[in-house]
Structure formats: C-alpha cells, structure tokens
C-alpha cells in the first residue's frame, strides 16, 4: 500500500504521544550503525528491546527498535507471498528471499523477520538458513500486513561477545557447512537473564550461555550433555536447536530439543558457569527431523508448548504431561517415546511460530499447494 | 504543521520544473534531477521513499536503499546490487506535493552479466587408456567449484556402440564430491563388482574385458554459478581383464635420492594406483619416526610417486611408509583384495601398513 506524505506527518505526533519513555537502562546505549556480520538469531527481551544473535561476529546486540506501543488485540493477519514481497525489497526474484528467523514484540504484536538473498545457495540435505548464507536486513510486519525495514545504520544498541565461540575453521562435513554458524543456535528471555544455546570451541561443543540484562560481564557458560535415545548413545557435540524457559510445578527450566529430536530438561539452576551439565531426555520426538521453534501458550487454564517440527509436523506437548514425574531416557529407542505428545491440527508446513496476543499464536508457513511463504495467525481453540 | 508549510512551497515550487531521471551503470544509483524547491521535502528518508521507488521487473515492492539528496539531485543507491541483464522500473510520484502532477515511469535495463571462461574438466582420473574391468573408481576434476546437485544426471558412460551403460556408478545423493565441489568421485557400483551379489549375476560386470567406452560429462552440466560447461567432455578408454592381485609393495622399486641434495624420490609401483589415495597415504620418515615433509606428484599414469623434501636429504637411512588404505584402480590393497576370500576358519586377512627401508647414497 501507499502511505501519503500528509499521512506520514499526521503519523508521527500521533506515534510520540502513545510511546512509553525508553527504560532508564538504555543510558548505557550507544547510537549509531550496528555492524553485525549475521543477524543469526532473534528474540525480544523486556521493554521491546530486541535481541539480536551474530554468530559470525560473535557478539549478541540488544537493539531498542523503537517499537513500545501496546497493541492488545492485534486482529487477524494473513500475508501471503511474503518472499515476493520481500524479495521486491531486497531487489531479487521471490525464489532467492530466505527468511532465518522470527520474533514477535509481545508488546506490538509487530512481527520481525531476518532475511538475506541465499535461498539458492542451499547445495545438501540437512542444510538450515544460517548455514548457507548470512542474514543482513531486518524487516518489521506490522498487524496491518505493512512490511518495513528496520534500519540498523542508526539505532541505540548495547553488546556483548559470545565468549570461546566456535571455530570459524571447524567444518560440519556431512552438511557442508561451518560450526561457527551455530555459535548461537537459539536465544530466549526470560526472568532478567537471556539464555544463548550454541556451539563453543571447548571438547564438549553444545553450550548454555547465560547473561543479565542489561549487559553486565561476560555471561556464564555450560556445556551440555545428553543422552540421545535414537542415536543409542550420549552426546555433547550438537547444539540445541530450539528451546524455551518453562516452569515445570513452579521450577524454572529450559526445555530444548535437537536435531533427531531428543526432547531435554534442564533445571535452569544447574546452568552454573564453566559447569558441565546433563540434560534429561524425557521423549523422542523422531528421528530425521529438526525441531525448528518452539512457543508456549495458555488454553483454558492450561500451557502447552507447541514444537514445529521440519519433517515430524507440529507436536503439542502439555503441562499436564510435563508435571507428571518424567521420564529419563538412558538406552536406545527406536521411532519416538517418552513423554506423551500429540498432534494438533495446525496450519501446516510451519517453520517458525509465536505468541501473537494471549488468543492467538502466528506463524511463518509455506503453502503446500501454492508454494508461497505467508504470515498467517490462528486462534488457540483446542479439542 | 511545519511540514504542511513546506508541502504548500513545494507545490507552487513544483509547476514549472520536470524531473529527470537516470540510471547511472557505474555507480548502480538512480538519479533524479530537475526537482527544483521539490527536493528540499526529499531530505526525509521515509518522504523520499514514497517519492522515488525502484522496483525489479515487476516485483510488487520498491527495494530498499538509501537516499540521498546533493542540491537538487536526488540519487537513490540500492542496498544490494542490481542484478545483470535484468529490467527495472523507476516511480516518481510527486502527486502528494503537486497534486495534478502523473507519476512519472522510468525503465530501464542493466547490462548483461559478463561472460566468464566456461568452467571445464581439468583432469579424469585413472588417467591410462586402459583400466581393469573391475575398476572402482574415477575422480573428474573441474576447473571451478560445481553444483552439487544432480551431478549423475550429466554423466554418461557408454559402450563402443553408443549404448549407455546402465547403473554403472553408484548413486548417492548429491555425488560425492570434496569440500570444494571441484572434484567428484564416481563409484562403479559395488552391487556389479562383487561376485555372488546379485545385481552382479544379473547385469555383470559394468565394463568388459575388451570393450572400448567412454565417460562423457554433458555440456549441461552446471558450474557452482549455474553456468553450463562450455562443451561435452570426453575420456575413452579400453578395458582390460579384471585385476585380482593386491598391489604387492616388496615388487616397488625404489629410486633413492642422493644425501645433502632434494633430488627426488621416485617410488614405482609397477601398476597404476588410485589417484587420490596414491597422493596422499604415502609417507617418508626419518628414523626417529619424524614425517619428512615435501611435495608429491604422480607420474606414468599413477604408476609412479615422486617426492622432492623441503630440506636436504641426510645420509643415511630413511623410511617409507604405505598406509594400509592404498588401493590399485580396483580397490585391492596391499595385503588384502577387494573380495578377500576368507580362510578355513572364516578370517579375512585385513590391510595392514607397509614399511620399505632405503639409504641416501653419497
């Protein structure tokens, strides 16, 4: 669509007089250009500060994109042919967009992606976005379906590094790829700390990384370990794909998933720095699949969390099931087991989702009939 | 209100003067001139990008890009590069500042990419006219990295009357290649190899003793860019009886070097071995087990390993050491063949590690 000039000015009072004041924190902000050289990874953290992975760079920014205005009930959205969209943008046909990751701000229900111009440059099976090319534009979808960019030449920003990342040197053989483009392999907020799942140069690879924010000293660092049920052995060397900080009867927790797809624990009180930490496999979701997101919502009274899979479908897991006593997966197991899951009727074809409002959840999807990528919201309404 | 202001001078500004746009190749920018008091409401980025919008063919959103305004020239640089040989159209939509003005259109097209050299098979691997008829193996070298995929769909293998030969080479997804994608190991299908297998009873061997065939690499074939090779490439050659004897490293004649020169030494293995094992599993040692560093090629058709060290030979005596992995063109290895027969008590014999003494002479 196209915004008049006389529109635009009426825009902008409007816009200040609604905004909430920046948080006191961000005295120790810095304005200017933002130099990531991948923005691997997103996830919004408190005040709409949005959290920006660089596993090329090695750093984590946390970025004030501007964007504090509540909207509680955001409507229904349905973008369709985002990569034609998108790719108009970027200057190049819908079939070289590719989209790395999804955040949505819970505050505006703005939705933003992370994308570059390497949907060609996929050459084996198993390869993920960051693997093939490095995502250098930032775009914001607002509830009405407008697409933006987020410009990061000017913006207020604090950083950290990720510390012993792993080697820019290392190769993943059997995907062609290189291990640093997993330093950060997934990130979330929760309880004043941002959790970092990823890949260190330590012998034990797969690390938990733990910073306050705002950004004080360099965060803790776990290495993990867990037993993977279908591959019949322990293993440290994967990252965790996909993970979120839940309660399990009120105990603070990161669940996670990985490649294969172990299902873990673990008590987000282990995670003490320089630690090695064992995870508890309590389900095999099935092998030849990765676990690409992960969200967690209310329905009547009761949280589930919703795993989108890439080859495994969408696969709810319920509170009711995690406040059970859990399983501890220690020998092989062929196909899937452990806790108990189902599969939900969802959109299909799903690769990543969030929380869009208390009712509704959102999620970046390609048609499998069309082949288009859409952004399309669904009401939570379970059986 | 201010802005109002300026919308109102830009409008009365706006009557008299036409625009001119233009795409300057060098620079990839498009520039807009001609904008007269116009262009003083341009300086806002997010004005300008209503104003001007430069869109791919017909892609249903203007790129991104910044905008920059230098007088009265308004010069929008894409934030990636244009892409070759492609059209674009260019909006200005000055309609907001004077309302009876049309938005004007633009098109133009950028240059068609340059061509490069066509990309093409360096080197095929067993490099003799003729290789056993239970040969394994034959690496295809490229002058640039390739695309992976579907690599076996532009490779053909036919007899001495054109008839293609079927399930020749093994098949794995994406063809095995090295990090780089410039070399390709082709498998002769193991299946066609082994005797009691059956897809070997039933279609035998791929290639006959006696026959005459040759490997062809289409010229569809596309490099890592998506650019086809520039011809078909072909290698003949004529087969020879199957080859059932383990490379036999006590036959290997050594040519030693001598002491305080980097002379080479020359190892000849009597038969052709695999090109790429034969590189790299051959090792010279000192005797107090140092590896002597240097650098290696192959001669006569991978019949011949020469080492030229990076320092001086010593006088005295030195080690060469063959990893059990060695393999001659149809995977036998030294102490050990492809289809090792097992023994009365079921034991096969494995490949062990060889180790030949020799002497600098002086």
Known sequence: MRLGLLSLALLVPALAAAETKPPAYEAGFNVGPLKAQSLSKLTFGPDGILFIGDSIGARIFAVDVDDRTPVSDPGKLNVSDLEGKIGGMLGVDARDVLIHDMAVNPISKNIYLTASRGRHSFTVDWQLPNDVANASVLLRISPKGEIQEVRLDKVKFSATEVSNPANEKVEIDWKKTKARVDAISDMAFADGKLFVAGLSNEEFASTMRVYDFPFSKNGSSSSLEIYHGSH??????????????????????????????????????????????????????????????????????????????????????????????????????????????????????????????????????RDGFNGELQLVTREIDLP | ?????????????????????????????????????????????????????????????????????????????????????????????????????????????????????????????????????????????????????????????????????????????????????????????????????????????????????????SKDTEDAEGQPLGADFTKEFRVAPEDRQSPDVREWNIQ??????????????????????????????????????????????????????????????????????????????????????AAADGRRAEASEAVIKFRTYE
């Open chain 1, 232 to 365: 019949g052995k322990y293993e440290t060397e994967a990252p965790v794909r996909t993970f979120l900080p839940i309660r399990i009867n009120g105990k603070p927790t990161l669940l996670a998933s990985y490649l294969c797809t172990p299902l873990v624990v673990f008590p987000i009180d282990d995670l003490e720095d320089k630690k090695h930490v064992k995870g508890r496999t309590i389900a095999e979701l099935g092998d030849g699949n990765y676990p690409l997101d992960m969200v967690e919502f209310q329905f009547k009274n009761k949280k589930y969390v919703l795993i989108v899979n890439s080859k495994r479908g969408d696969i709810l897991v319920s509170e009711d099931s995690l406040s059970q006593p859990l399983p501890n997966i220690t020998s092989p197991i062929e196909g899937t087991g452990g806790i108990p899951f189902d599969h939900p009727r969802t959109v299909g074809g799903v690769l990543h989702a969030g929380n869009y409002g208390e009712k509704n959840l959102v999620f970046l999807r």
């Open chain 2, 1 to 217: 209100m201010i802005l109002a202001a300026v919308v109102a001078v830009a409008v009365a500004a706006l009557a008299g003067n036409h625009p001119t746009i233009a795409y300057d190749a060098a620079t990839q920018t498009v520039n807009v001139s001609g904008l007269g008091d116009a262009a003083a409401s341009l300086q806002d980025q997010r004005i300008a990008s209503q104003v001007l919008r430069v869109y791919l063919g017909d892609m249903p959103s203007a790129m991104i890009g910044d905008y920059q305004l230098t007088g009265e020239v308004l010069t929008f640089t894409p934030r990636f590069p244009l892409l070759p040989g492609r059209d674009y159209r260019v909006v200005l939509d000055l309609s907001e500042l004077a309302p009876n003005k049309d938005p004007m259109v633009y098109r133009f097209r950028t240059p068609a990419a340059p061509v490069h050299q066509s990309t093409f098979v360096t080197e095929v691997y067993p490099s003799a006219d003729v290789v056993p008829a239970n040969l394994l193996r034959i690496y295809i070298y490229f002058s640039r990295p390739m695309s992976r995929s579907g690599i076996l769909n532009h490779i053909r293998l036919v007899d001495q009357s054109d008839h293609p030969v079927e399930q020749a080479f093994l098949e794995t997804e994406g063809g095995l290649w090295d990090p780089e994608a410039r070399r390709l190991t082709l498998f002769f299908h193991p299946g066609r190899i082994k005797t009691g297998v059956s897809l070997h009873e039933k279609m035998g061997l791929a290639l006959k003793p006696g026959g005459r065939y040759r490997l062809i690499v």
């Open chain 2, 256 to 341: 030693a070097p001598r002491a305080n020169t980097r002379n080479a030494l020359v190892v000849d293995a009597r038969k052709p071995l695999d090109h790429a094992l034969f590189e790299r599993l051959i090792r010279v040692e000192d005797p107090a087990g140092n590896v002597v560093r240097g650098a290696v090629t192959l001669e006569e058709n991978d019949t011949r390993w020469r080492f030229v060290p990076e320092q001086p030979w010593r006088a005295g005596e030195y080690y060469l050491r063959a990893a059990g992995e060695l393999e001659d063109l149809a995977g036998n290895r030294p102490t050990r063949l492809f289809e090792e027969i």
